[in-house]
């Protein structure tokens, strides 16, 4: 297995406060990696940090190889790296196939686009998508229609319209029924080896069904990497988590 992304001492201070401070990780290839911690932890901002939609104190991302850290947001989801925000982007007044054609036709470079259209593989890529979060039966649906969870699953799927290497997302199953968060780990089950994924969670029932590895950050830092059992039985977590009964009564 080979990183695919890399942080090195990556930092984001405010004045005197450090939110995110000297962070390190190492993201292999393929893997789904569940980024945990409290409230306050850091995780959206390392996202900000890794997306470029933040500029880092000091430190240093590398993406396949190469520093990302420094290019503009534009440039770092043009080599590969997607994000899913917390709240869904969808157009309304669309149906769920447009929605996903606007996707499409807006991936970063236009003539590229052009090229894949003209070789069919634009529509194929739609039909793949479509599969991936499970919207075949949903296609000519007005998205303003659309149950909260398929709101989040076009999102996904709009996302992944760009094929990105790397997608990040944030709290992906906020407010979604239990039976749609089954739902959603089952497509993130599907997405894992042809993707690499970073998911940060509340759900430790989800995180449960998904995760390879887990990394638990606190105040800015890793306070514990590993397994999921691993991770929830360190007495550090515990503590940081009131009522030292570990991180499944967390969330
Ligand atoms: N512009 C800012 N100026 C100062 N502090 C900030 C700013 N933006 C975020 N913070 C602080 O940075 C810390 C980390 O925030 P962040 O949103 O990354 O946490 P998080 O781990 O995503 O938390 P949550 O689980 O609540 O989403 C928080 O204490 C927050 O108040
Ligand atoms: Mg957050």
Redesign the pocket.
Same mark, same amino acid.
């Given at each position: 297995m080979s990183a695919i992304l890399e942080l090195h001492g990556v930092t984001?201070a405010?004045d005197a406060?450090t939110?995110?401070d000297n962070f390190n990780l190492t993201v292999n290839e393929g893997e789904l990696r569940c980024l945990l911690?409290?409230?306050?932890?850091?995780?959206?901002?390392?996202m #900000?940090l890794i997306t470029g939609r933040q500029k880092m104190t000091s430190g240093k991302v590398v993406f396949q190889g190469r520093k990302i850290s420094g290019m503009s947001e534009h440039r770092i989801c043009q080599q590969g790296i997607g994000r899913k925000f917390q709240i869904p982007a969808v157009f309304k007044d669309l149906t769920v196939q447009e929605n996903l054609r606007v996707a499409l036709t807006r991936t970063t470079n236009p003539f590229m686009n052009m090229i894949e259209f003209g070789r069919g593989s634009g529509r194929e890529r739609l039909q793949q998508v479509v599969e991936l979060v499970g919207l075949q039966e949903r296609l000519d649906e007005l998205s303003g229609n659309l149950s909260h969870g398929e709101t989040q699953w076009l999102e996904i799927g709009m996302v992944l319209t760009q094929n990105p290497k790397l997608l990040l997302m #944030?709290?992906p199953t906020a407010g979604m029924t239990e039976q749609e968060t089954q739902k959603t780990s089952d497509i993130f089950n599907r997405l894992k080896g042809e993707h690499t994924l970073i998911v940060?969670e509340?759900d430790m029932a989800f995180v449960r069904e998904i995760a390879d590895i887990i990394t638990l950050?606190h105040l800015?830092k890793t306070l514990a990497e590993g397994p999921m059992d691993q991770v929830e039985n360190d007495p550090k977590v515990r503590e940081v988590y009131l009522g030292s009964e570990g991180i499944t009564d967390a969330a």
């Open positions: 984001k405010y406060y939110v995110v911690g409290p409230n306050g932890a850091g995780k959206t901002t390392t #900000d #944030d709290e940060v509340h950050m800015g």
